[in-house]
């Protein structure tokens, strides 16, 4: 059928990417999270998007929020995807690896800005309850954030949605 002709080409065009140093220099990370976004959607094998995964971390800092996994349908929520649980998984496997005295605080600031500002395209989920929000920004060391700017337009964000629900608009 289709699907598996498609999850066999997909599949063998992840096998044949170069990894690590060698795919920086040519494949840009955008290209990346697009074959992460259909290998999620194919159900390829778990090694597979593990390989794609590890190298986006390993460009995360070359990213724009643009090319961040979203769930496909507007009805879907954000807050229990497998989009988002594969992007806080990405970060998490980037606080581990890469933050600390011995990676640049640069790309450690750049990929901090880039949670944040995916963090507000998140907030707008209606179904997204605080807890959850708290353990998404903690996904990352606050000591990581040069500046909270994004930060606090997902908080503003999140607070505006939230409070929409439990106060109903006044009628003049």
């Known amino acids: 059928d ?37 290998a999620l959607q194919l ?10 995964q590890q190298q ?12 961040f996994l979203r769930p496909k349908s507007k009805t879907d929520s954000i807050s229990c995807s497998k989009e988002l649980a594969v992007m806080e998984q990405i970060f998490s ?33 209606l179904r997204l309850d605080s807890k959850r929000f708290m353990d998404l920004i903690e996904t990352l060391p606050m000591y ?3 500046n909270h700017d994004h930060l606090y337009r997902a908080l ?5 949605v939230s409070t929409k629900l439990f106060i109903p608009s006044l009628v003049l």
């Open 93 to 125: 496997t980037y606080v581990s690896s890469y933050m600390g005295p011995c990676h640049t605080r640069s790309s450690n600031v750049i990929v901090a800005e880039l949670w944040d500002m995916y963090l507000s395209l998140v907030a707008t989920d």
């Open 156 to 160: 503003k964000t999140f607070l505006e």
């Open 144 to 146: 990581s954030r040069q």
């Open 56 to 67: 986006i971390v390993c460009m995360l800092h070359f990213a724009q929020v643009e090319d």
């Open 43 to 52: 159900e390829l094998r778990d090694d597979s998007r593990e390989k794609l």
């Open 2 to 38: 289709f699907k598996s002709k498609v999850s066999h080409i997909l599949q063998g065009i992840v096998d044949m990417l170069p990894i690590e140093e060698k795919a920086s220099k040519g494949i840009p990370v955008g290209f990346y999270f697009s074959l992460l976004s259909q």
